[in-house]
C-alpha cells in the first residue's frame, strides 16, 4: 500500500477538529456525514474532490467528472 501511495503521490488527510467544525457551517445541501466531511476538508486545504455526486457540486469547492 505505501508504494501506490508514493507512487501516485498521495497522502493522508487527517481529521481534524478544524474540519468537523468546518462541516457545522456549510449549506445543508447534502445529508450525508461523511461526503459532508470530504467537502469541509477540500475547502480548508484548497483540495479537489472527485466525484460525479450532483450534491456535493452544490457546495463552493472544486470537484471534477
Known amino acids: ?3 501506490q501511495l508514493s ?3 498521495i497522502s493522508e488527510l487527517q481529521i481534524t477538529l478544524t474540519s ?3 462541516t ?3 449549506p445543508q445541501h447534502h445529508r450525508d456525514p461523511f ?3 470530504l467537502v469541509a476538508q477540500a475547502k ?3 483540495l479537489t474532490i472527485l466525484t460525479p455526486d450532483p450534491l456535493v ?3 463552493r ?3 471534477i467528472w
Open 7 to 9: 507512487e501516485w503521490v
Open 20 to 22: 468537523l467544525n468546518e
Open 57 to 59: 457540486q452544490k457546495y
Open 44 to 46: 480548508l486545504d484548497g
Open 61 to 63: 469547492v472544486d470537484w
Open 35 to 37: 461526503d459532508r466531511l
Open 24 to 26: 457545522n457551517r456549510l
Open 1 to 3: 500500500m505505501k508504494e
